[in-house]
Each structure stands twice: as C-alpha cells, then as structure tokens.
C-alpha cells in the first residue's frame, strides 16, 4: 500500500527557479532566426551565424550563401537580424521603392567614436542628414558641374597628364593629387598644385585609417553584445584606435575650414561649397549643421570626391596592364576620333561609347564598397511572403550582384564589351526602375545612393579618355630575364573600401605628338587654376 504524500514548496525558490527557466529561455532564443525571416544558414544558440561571417571577404560569402538559400536570405548575429539582398527586383521593390523606410543606418558604435556622431555615411534619416545631402547636390549635381566645375576639371586633368610625362613612377600619387584638388576645390576653393602638398595627402591619410577600423571584423561585434563597451580605452586597442582616427579628422577638417575662415576675413571670398555653408549658417537662426557638422560635411564631401575615384582609376590602370587587348581597342577607337592634335574632352562623350563601358566595367568588376553601406528599416516589412522585422540589418549584397554568373557572363573576367548598348551614365540606369537594366550596384541604391555618383563618372571618364588617348601602359619587365612581371589582379586592401595593392606598371607616351599636344594645353590650362590656388 502506497500512502500519497503532499511536497511542500517554499514559494520564494518556486519564483526563483520560475525566473531562472525564464532566463534561460530567453539566452536559448538569442540567434534565432525568427519564423518567416528568409532563410539563411543554420544559426546556434546565442551567437546566431556569427561564428560564420568571415572577417575578411564576406562580399564573397554573400553570393555563396545566396546560391545555397536563395538570392533572399538572412544571418543572425546574436539578437541582430540581418537580410541580404542579392537580388535585382527585390533591391528595386525594398530600398528603392520603399526608401521611406529603408534609408536610416543601423547603430554603429565604433563609427560614432570615430566620426564624433557626424557622417553622411552612418547619419539616420533624419533633418542634419537632409541637409548635408542638400548642399552635396547644390554643389555636384550634373548642371552644375557641367557648367560651373568642367573647366576645373579638364585643366586638373591636363595637368595631370604632364605629371606622368614627367614622374611617371609616382602615378598613384599623380592620380591622388588629381582626385583630391578637384573635390577640394568644389569644397573650399583651394586646390593641390603637387603631390605632397596638404590637400592633395591629408584625405588619405584619414582614409587609409578610416577604413581599415570600419572595416568587416576590424572590431569586437560591440552593437550587438554592448557589453563590449564596458571595457576600458586602455584595455581596448580597437577603441583606442578609433579615438585616434577620429582626433585626426577633427584636427584635419577644422584646420581646414580655419583655413576657409581666414581667407574670408582677409576678403578673399571664393565660390565653393565652404563659402556657401557658412554664409547660409552666418544668416540663417538655428542653422541644423553646428560647427563640427559644417566641418565634417565638408571633409566628407572631399573624402567621396577623392578616394573611391582614386580606387577606380588605380583599378583602371591595373586592368589596362593586364588586359592589353582591351586597350589596344579603345585606343584604335580614340585615334580614329580624336587623333593627337587634341585631347579627348567631356564633349565627346557620345563619340567614345567604348570608354564608358571601361567605366562600368571597372566598378562592377572591382566594386569599392564590396559589401555596400548597410541599411535598417524601420518597422516590420514583408516580402514575397517572408517577414523582415522592424530594426533589421538590409545589406545590398553589391559585389555578389555585380558578380551574377547568371546576369554576367565570364564575371570574373574585365570585359567592358558586356555594356555595348549602355551609353548613359550610371544615374540613368539606377533610377530607370528598370531593373533587369541596371548596370551595376557600386554606387549603391534608394536615397542612400552616392551622392557623389555624378562627379565620379565625369572624373574617371575624362581622366580614363586623356590617359589612353596619350599614354600605353604595360607591365614592367625583369631586368635580367626581360619577362613581363604580372599583377596580382586581386590584392586589394582590406577595409571598409577597397582598392588595389600597390604595384608598377609602366607609362611611354604613345607619340612625340601626343606630348607635344600635352604640354601646350596644359600650359593653355594654367590659368584656369590660379584663382584656385
């Protein structure tokens, strides 16, 4: 006979274990992917997919995943939920369609410490990012640089083309030089005469530092475990090196608006996007850029202007030495056009389709921003039946997109003939609608698109243009065995953007015409530039 017997327990343990179930529940739920989200590779218990992201070539891991889950998938990372975007229609539907609320940034502690909380490039939607925006466009907006900067830019670009007829070892800084007095005279009115003079260098040197600490695994995932930031700065060498960057830009960019400052008060008032900032902050109340806004807006502004161009031009000058064919091409177009008594100039762009496509093709083969700035909506979405919850992480996969084997055929391979047909630059087709039609994704997409999409394509066309038309470049040979020395196509830099390792080619001239042509119209051009200087 068994007699039943009553267990008595203390309500007190029975709350505690009651919570303490709770809580375990609640860690076993961190890195779960949500019912409905895309699909996406396995997740585990706290970290999520985490332990999958490599910290160097996710771009690449984005098109694998997407070939496995579907060109719609999504990673978690701890309780961040993430959604890749790896295909057209749905890059179209979602952040351009529905920008209103795909066009904020998710939060970016690092990139705060390094910005001082004031960059275009982690600024939410909101009034100081408008405005920001607003003055980008005033001032490199197609008419405006087509009648106000194209001057400018063709004399830069003249002289720039000297500089490699007389030091043509140095050409990335000859390249660096050109990218960076174009856009600081846009924005302060001052350009950089030689390669060592401060604005042609000091964008650079914030850059080079500036993306390799944004870069993907450059930090501990503190926005997402935020216990991170408990650790002390003199413990932390990744938060030690972002205060640095940032005391860099802030000496940088005030400096240089001090610079602005003095040059008005000595009466020397120059038509630039400086002197127009602070006339409309001097005479307008509560003017929503203060003082490191207006000083950041305008380093910004020089930042997109000089080194994503300057990446792509190096990416041009890589592939002109390894893919001769396809200079030896353009050039035989250029003859046939322009012959060596002239230069090419912007008016002959419809004449030289084929430079446009070298364009194209060097941005969608070696894209900047491989994985493309990240996005957060803003309330819960739903898509082809799949959920996209409120505050989700929405990369635009852009080197996997640009490297669709089923949209691009040979995408590995530089072959600008793929954009026979494409004669308009790239804003036509990222705002057409027309997705199927689009020519690449590096500038990116929505309202977040580059700003600075318009100066880009001008600068690499007329610097790509003038330097086929006066220059071959070819791989350097070995001394002793007299054998060509190729290039490593794919060592890039890591970072945030990306371009080429340092490597050498070889400039000659293509005639005694070509550089007699040369110099007389850079010395036609030298005027143009005093004002500037």
């Known amino acids: 006979m068994f007699t039943s017997m009553a267990v008595s327990i203390n309500p007190a343990i029975a709350v505690s274990l009651g919570l303490i179930a709770l809580v375990v529940f609640k860690l076993s739920q961190i890195g779960k992917r949500l019912p409905k989200m895309p699909p996406g590779p396995p997740t585990v218990p706290f970290l999520g997919n985490a332990h999958q992201i490599p910290a160097d070539g996710f771009y690449k891991k984005m098109r694998d995943w997407a070939d496995i889950y579907g060109r719609i998938f999504s990673l978690t990372v701890g309780p961040t939920k993430i959604v890749v975007l790896c295909d057209r229609q749905a890059v179209r539907d979602l952040i351009d369609a529905k920008s209103t609320i795909y066009s904020d940034r ?26 920001k925006r607003k003055q980008m466009a005033r001032w490199i907006s ?13 004399a830069e670009i003249r002289c720039f083309l000297v500089g490699l007829l007389e030091d043509p070892e140095h050409f990335a800084e000859h390249i660096k030089r050109t990218t960076a007095s174009v856009a600081s005279i846009i924005t302060y009115g001052q350009r950089a005469p030689t390669i060592d003079h401060p604005y042609a260098t000091q964008v650079f040197d914030i850059m080079q530092e500036w993306t390799e600490a944004m870069g993907p695994g450059a930090n501990p995932p503190v926005d997402v475990y935020p216990i ?6 003199r413990f932390s060498s990744w938060k030690q090196r972002a205060y640095r960057v940032n005391n860099k830009m802030d000496v940088i960019w005030s400096r240089t608006l001090k610079a602005v400052r003095e040059r008005r ?38 930042e997109g202007g000089a080194d994503t161009t300057t990446a792509q031009l190096l990416t041009f000058v ?75 992480t929405v990369f635009v996969g852009v080197w996997a997109l640009n490297h669709d084997p089923s949209h691009f055929e040979n995408e590995s391979e530089y072959w600008p003939e793929r954009y026979e047909g494409f004669n ?59 054998k060509e020395i190729p290039i490593d196509v794919n060592a890039y830099k890591a970072g945030l ?8 080619v070889v400039f000659t001239p293509r005639s005694p015409e070509h550089v007699a042509t040369m110099r007389r119209e850079w010395s036609e051009a030298q005027e143009i530039l005093k004002k500037w200087e």
């Not at 197609?142 to 063709?154: L, N, S, T, W, Y």
Request: hydrophobic share 35%; net charge negative; aromatic share 8%.
């Open 106 to 131: 998710p939060p970016d502690y690092v990139g705060g410490l390094l910005t001082g909380g004031d960059h275009t490039l982690l600024d939410d939607y909101n009034a100081v990012w408008r405005e």
């Open 228 to 233: 991170f930031k408990l650790i002390p700065t």
């Open 424 to 482: 308009k630059l790239a804003d036509s087709y990222s705002g057409s609608g027309n997705y199927e039609g689009r020519d690449h994704y590096t500038y990116g997409a929505g309202r977040r698109i580059c700003p600075g999409i318009h100066l880009a394509e001008r600068n690499q066309w007329r610097n790509i243009a003038k330097i086929l038309w006066g220059f071959k470049i070819s791989l350097p040979r070995d001394p002793i065995t007299g």
């Open 497 to 504: 953007a990306q371009s080429p390792l340092p490597y050498k």
């Open 318 to 392: 890589l592939a002109m030495a390894t893919y001769p064919r396809v200079q030896e091409k353009a050039q035989a177009l250029i003859d046939e056009k322009i012959g060596s008594g002239r230069s090419p100039q912007w008016t002959d762009f419809n004449e030289l389709p084929y430079i446009n496509a070298i364009v194209k093709e060097g941005l969608r083969w070696r894209p900047v921003t491989s994985v493309g700035f990240a996005h957060r909506v803003r309330e819960d979405d739903t898509y082809r039946d799949m959920l996209i919850p409120k505050d989700s």
């Open 265 to 302: 008060a000595r009466g020397d008032k120059r038509d630039c996007m400086a002197d127009s900032v602070l006339e409309e902050a001097e005479k307008t109340p509560n003017y929503v850029l203060g003082e490191h806004a207006i000083q950041n807006l305008l380093g910004e502004t020089v």
């Open 142 to 154: 197609p008419r405006v640089i087509d009648e106000k900067h194209a001057p400018m830019q063709e």
